[in-house]
């Protein structure tokens, strides 16, 4: 299974405005709207982290070449990718009259968070600092955004390294929430035959006792590798005739 994990950074909207407090902007207003300035990716189990930016101004093969990462890949994992991420990219594709890549399985680590736990904050730097998994590179805010729009080469290295460090933490926090994950692609598709795990691929897991549903019961496993929970899909109750509710 070829997994990529994806984070993208933009600019902000120019807009032309009367004051500083609660504006409410026109479309007439904008100079020129938000687009991608760079983006990392990284692939499962490499240790490269990917980046492109429109430093030196080529932006259509930025973008370009992270349409081709997008086609290459079975699952994309972000944090609010779907909201924003892939969203953002589907525009950029479109403005560059590039076609809609390939349909791609998204995991969005941030529902995960949403869905299966209470943290007092569900920013990506706070989850992965109370699990112990780092944290963001420190940069000086907005300014920062300033300087790489005027080119400055130094905010650039920071907009790389804090670019970079937010996949690190993203595959990390995929492998601690890995047992947590109801909506994994299965690794069983990409397995010939065999106890496969569908969440991480392994073929060490133990049983433990069966799982019921409304039409029968199931051997259950546990991961041992990953602490996934999964079962069997045959049916230890199928033969004979059953009656079920209408």
Not at 103 to 113: A, F, H, S, T
Not at 119 to 126: K, M
Not at 218 to 242: D, H, I, M, P, V
Request: positive net charge; aromatic residues 10%; hydrophobic residues 40%.
């Amino acid at each position: 299974m070829r997994i990529l994990f994806l984070d993208i950074e933009t600019s902000p909207n120019k807009v032309y405005v009367w004051g500083l407090w609660q504006q409410n902007v026109a479309p007439t207003q904008i100079i020129e709207s938000s687009k991608v300035l760079c983006w990392a990716a990284k692939w499962h189990h490499q240790q490269r982290v990917l980046f492109e930016s429109c430093q030196h101004g080529d932006e259509r093969t930025m973008v370009t070449k992270m349409h081709a990462l997008l086609a290459q890949a079975d699952m994309v994992v972000h944090y609010h990718g779907s909201a924003f991420d892939i969203p953002t990219l589907n525009k950029e594709f479109l403005l560059y009259e590039l076609a809609p890549p390939p349909p791609i399985r998204e995991l969005d680590l941030l529902r995960v968070v949403r869905k299966r736990f209470r943290f007092p904050s569900n920013r990506l730097d706070y989850v992965c600092k109370r699990l112990g998994l780092g944290e963001k590179f420190e940069h000086e805010g907005q300014e920062l955004w300033n300087k790489c729009l005027h080119g400055d080469r130094h905010a650039w290295a920071t907009m790389k390294a804090y670019n970079q460090q937010d996949v690190r933490l993203l595959e990390r926090l995929y492998h601690r929430l890995l047992p947590w994950i109801k909506t994994h692609l299965n690794w069983g598709v990409f397995r010939q035959s065999g106890l496969v795990c569908p969440n991480c691929g392994s073929a060490q897991a133990q049983r433990r006792g069966t799982a019921t549903s409304l039409v029968g019961v199931y051997q259950r496993y546990q991961c041992t590798a990953c602490g996934s929970w999964f079962r069997s899909s045959l049916n230890t109750r199928a033969k004979g005739e059953r009656f079920v509710s209408l």
